[in-house]
């Protein structure tokens, strides 16, 4: 959703790169084309002109002029204040004393409230270890209460419809009798789903204050769409007239529209944006952090967000056996059946192309990242299956029959095959490398992703740069010997991503430290 607002920042900050010293000309001429970014990223006028005055008066400060990198010291300024203006600090769900808490969904219809309440639930379950309880009291849309126990039988939390909705009953009724409900059954959180218009009017606005006033909820969340620009603001401001609400959450930023209502709601209305929905699962649910917000747009990646993920999906006990396998022999123990569930519990986590976009630079890769077809690794995943146990446990013996064997069962090609074989040769003796904390190693080449192929244009580099490839069959090549592949310095990405022979891409000096460099 900001990667033209991304663009547009980075090229004014390459202007400001090599100089010394910043001059009121560079600073206004900095400011101009940051506006002009925000404009067409359709923030709110206001945010725009009251951002911009704390930039250019910052920047023409002390702290900029006194510094030995200017550009480093406007991109700090603009990060502080892109924080600034999406709310500050993240704000936690404020839970009731004394149970159960009541959450109320407000909305316009089709902004995902219905979704978005099946993702708080899980969200609620799994990480707060919660008792959520779902209420269907949207009777006006047409089988949205359908939709809503479908969520929740997804999500395994119950739902309290007494109503068949689609226009008949009393939503406000629904809702004080949930209440019974969650105490009765001891629901520790209660969810109400409420009825949204297509546009603010006086019967939304009277239905939704009237259940505000029947439950007295803890939290009302307005859902907004963050796909319908300047709209969301002008729609924000109209429910916190007529109803109020406490917080702020953003649905389908997983879109392609330019995002300015996520950088306008907070400052206009006064309400921090506490959640995000950036897809049509319910695991496509996130806390809203200001700051790794921040960091996105201006193309600093989210490794914070990363390694949450990293930690929810993969089974720490599995991990260490993993990494023990790793450290001994040279990684030889580390079989294909130990390379499919890491790369299933890395799929766990998302899509491929989310997981490397959070990763510094990434808009750098962009164009890779959107090539990317993610079928391929359900091909690998086929390959692997299609071997017997003993090949999967050593693929040195997979010949020239077993390969045609395979790729008849995967319904793949043999050299799918033998590039599937020598990757994973690469990936292992890479990762036992880290293992055995030689450094940071390159990233295994991942097929469909242009420049990481084992076969394709890095191979063709190696080969005029007059390096020898071993023999395409894997049990050949194992009694030629294997040889050591040069990994990356610490800090620094592999080809495919801007490192070694790909450019001359740097991590931030914080990541480097964390993955041990100077």
Do not use: C, Y
């Not at 029947?214 to 109209?238: C, K, N």
Request: net charge neutral; glycine share 12%; proline share 5%.
């Amino acid at each position: 959703m900001f990667d033209t607002l991304s663009d547009r920042l980075s090229t004014a900050f390459k202007n400001l790169r090599g100089k010394g010293k910043l001059t009121d000309a560079d600073i206004d001429a900095t400011a101009r084309e940051i506006r002009v970014a925000l404009l067409e990223a359709d923030v709110a006028l206001p945010v725009v002109r009251e951002f911009i005055a704390a930039v250019k008066e910052r920047a023409a400060g002390a702290e900029v002029r006194g510094g030995l990198n200017p550009a480093q010291q406007v991109i700090k300024i603009v990060n502080e204040e892109l924080v600034n203006i999406l709310g500050g600090e993240t704000r936690e769900l404020r839970m009731a004393k004394r149970p159960p808490t009541v959450i109320m969904l407000a909305g316009l219809q089709g902004a995902g409230k219905t979704t978005l309440a099946g993702k708080l639930a899980k969200w609620l379950k799994e990480t707060k270890h919660q008792t959520p309880m779902l209420v269907a009291a949207d009777l006006q849309r047409p089988n949205a209460v359908t939709q809503l126990q479908v969520v929740g039988d997804r999500a395994g939390v119950p739902v309290f419809a007494p109503e068949a909705g689609n226009g008949v009953g009393d939503p406000v009724d629904v809702a004080r009798r949930a209440m019974d409900e969650a105490r009765t059954k001891q629901h520790s959180v209660v969810i109400v789903d409420t009825a949204g218009r297509l546009g603010v009017d006086e019967v939304l606005m009277k239905q939704a204050a009237d259940i505000r006033d029947a439950v007295s909820p803890d939290e009302i969340l307005f859902v907004v769409d963050a796909m319908i620009g300047q709209d969301a603001v002008t729609t924000a401001q109209a429910f916190l007239d007529g109803v109020g609400f406490d917080g702020v959450v953003l649905s389908k930023l997983d879109g392609d529209a330019r995002g300015g209502a996520a950088l306008s709601i907070a400052q206009v209305t006064g309400r921090q944006v506490m959640f995000a929905s950036n897809g049509e699962k319910l695991e496509d649910f996130d806390v809203f952090h200001p700051d790794r917000m921040a960091s996105r747009i201006l193309g600093m990646g989210d490794v914070m967000s990363l390694i949450e993920s990293a930690e929810r999906s993969f089974d720490a006990e599995e991990a260490a056996k993993t990494a023990a396998k790793l450290q001994k022999k040279g990684g030889k123990d580390f079989t294909l059946d130990d390379f499919l569930a890491q790369m299933q519990s890395v799929r766990k986590m998302g899509p491929l192309t989310k997981i490397f976009g959070m990763l510094p630079g990434a808009n750098q890769f962009k164009d890779q990242l959107e090539n990317f077809d993610e079928r391929e690794i359900d091909r690998i995943e086929a390959v692997i299956h299609s071997m017997t146990p003993a090949e999967r446990n050593d693929p040195n013996i997979i010949n020239g029959s077993r390969r045609a064997r395979i790729a008849k069962g995967s319904g793949t090609e043999v050299s799918t095959v033998s590039g599937l074989v020598e990757r994973f040769f690469e990936a292992r003796k890479m990762m036992s490398a880290m293992a055995s904390g030689k450094g940071m190693p390159g990233m295994p080449g991942m097929p469909g992703m242009p420049g990481m192929g084992a076969g394709g244009r890095k191979a063709k580099q190696q080969q005029k740069k007059g390096k020898k490839r071993g023999s395409g069959n894997p049990a050949k090549r194992a009694n030629q010997g294997n040889q050591q592949p040069q990994a990356p310095q610490p800090g620094q990405l592999p080809a495919a991503f801007g490192g070694q022979d790909g450019g001359d891409f740097e991590l931030p000096d914080d990541l480097k430290k964390m993955l041990g460099g100077n």
